[in-house]
């Protein structure tokens, strides 16, 4: 929501008026000098949106402030423009409300649109959340990274590598917009309260690596060639992509990271496939490159690939990853359930290559159990199975 400065206004006048954290109100507007702000300028104050509603005989600010449970002064900054001395029946003013409930629409087929969608929400109603282009797909779509706080323990989550799990976007979009809603309202997720996070941890996340996949995944073949021509072709003809991983040129982008490529590529798929076709080299795909330039600029502490199925936690790889990763594994096991698995016959993943490159600790969390891709029915429960892994990657 928007309000405009008035003489003698600051920053914190401003956060206690609304109730929201001054350094969210500061990082909402990172274009205004907190020591001197402009009378007339326009600022965003975050948690917050505005209704319309028509003036009816009789009422007044007062009256209206009242019913809503707001202070005068607050609607009088959502209006500045109103005479409140001057209502006239059938005007229309801007009520302002503060977000509560999830503005994700996690319980649908979470495609690349809808991804789309809820992000420019998010961005809208808390734009202290920051959002930044990691990279396009081969079809051009963008591969969004949210960003969450100022602090000097960077984490990362990821979701949707491989198409027919993209069930982890819609889990970290809700986790995302949870965490969002604490933050503004001070607020706790299981009784942890979390505004010492944001100062502690700067979290990054790209919740969909494979938009191409996932769209091809959920509504089928796409309009536009050569991408029509060539997914039926490694599909053998098939329209029904249930069981498809790859990116749209046939590519696990899981295999593509060069943590002993070379031994996945003589055992795996030898062309393009639906599934474990790891590339002609590593790191040939847009969706992998941008994952792995991301991944050097941001420095992380330790990262987190979310796939499905089969609730475990792969927590290692040729013993480089740090003891830290023991702890870590033991309480992410601890509060999901899932079992810790340390070392796999496997290569060229991501969280290989990062705990190759970094020794720092790195897991891929598989989520769940049952078909690919999981069935709604079944994301309540899942979720609540890996909230306790994404706030103890916080905490700890």
């Known amino acids: 929501m928007r309000i405009t400065i008035r003489r003698g206004d600051t920053l ?105 969608r809820d992000i420019n929400r998010l961005v809208d109603i808390y734009p202290f959340l920051r959002r930044n282009r990691a990279g396009n797909s081969v079809m051009g779509k963008e591969i969004a990274e949210l960003r969450i706080g100022n602090g000097p323990k960077n984490v990362h989550f990821d979701g949707s590598f491989h198409a027919n799990e993209w069930t982890t976007t819609p889990m970290l979009m809700r986790f995302v ?131 499905t199925q089969g609730e475990v936690i792969y927590w290692g790889f040729l013993g480089y990853e740090p003891p830290e990763s023991r702890v870590l594994v033991n309480e992410f096991s601890r509060v999901s359930g899932y079992r810790a698995v340390r070392y796999v016959d496997s290569y060229a993943g991501y969280k290989d290559w990062f705990i190759q490159e970094w020794r720092r600790p790195g897991f891929t969390v598989e989520m769940g159990t049952g078909p690919k891709p999981i069935p709604l029915g079944q994301f309540a429960e899942i979720y609540q199975e890996n909230l306790g892994i994404f706030l103890a990657s916080l905490y700890m």
């Open 177 to 307: 917009n949870e965490y969002l809603i604490a933050l503004t309202n001070r607020g706790t997720i299981r009784g942890l309260y979390m505004a010492p996070f944001y100062s502690e941890t700067s979290l990054s996340v790209v919740p969909m690596v494979n938009p191409d996949g996932v769209n091809l995944v959920i509504h089928g073949l796409p309009d536009q060639e050569p991408y029509r021509s060539q997914v039926l072709r490694i599909n053998n003809g098939s329209t029904d992509f249930s069981g498809w991983k790859a990116n749209i040129n046939g590519v696990d982008l899981n295999d593509q990271f060069p943590a002993r490529w070379y031994i996945e590529a003589r055992r795996r798929e030898q062309q393009p496939s639906p599934a474990n076709y790891p590339g002609t080299a590593p790191l040939t795909e847009p969706e992998a490159q941008a994952i792995a330039r991301l991944t050097r600029e941001r420095n992380y502490n330790r990262v987190l690939a979310f796939h």
């Open 12 to 116: 914190w006048y401003v956060s206690q008026l609304f109730n929201v954290p001054l350094q969210l109100l500061i990082d909402s507007n990172p274009n205004v000098n907190p020591q001197s702000l402009a009378v007339g300028k326009e600022i965003d104050v975050p948690g917050y949106i505005t209704e319309s509603y028509t003036i009816k005989s009789g009422d007044t600010f007062w009256e209206i402030a009242t019913r809503r449970r707001l202070s005068l002064e607050t609607l009088l900054r959502a209006n500045p423009r109103m005479d409140p001395l001057r209502l006239r029946v059938g005007e229309t003013i801007r009520i302002p409300v503060r977000v509560t409930d999830l503005v994700v629409n996690w319980r649908t087929q979470y495609d690349y649109e809808t991804l789309t």
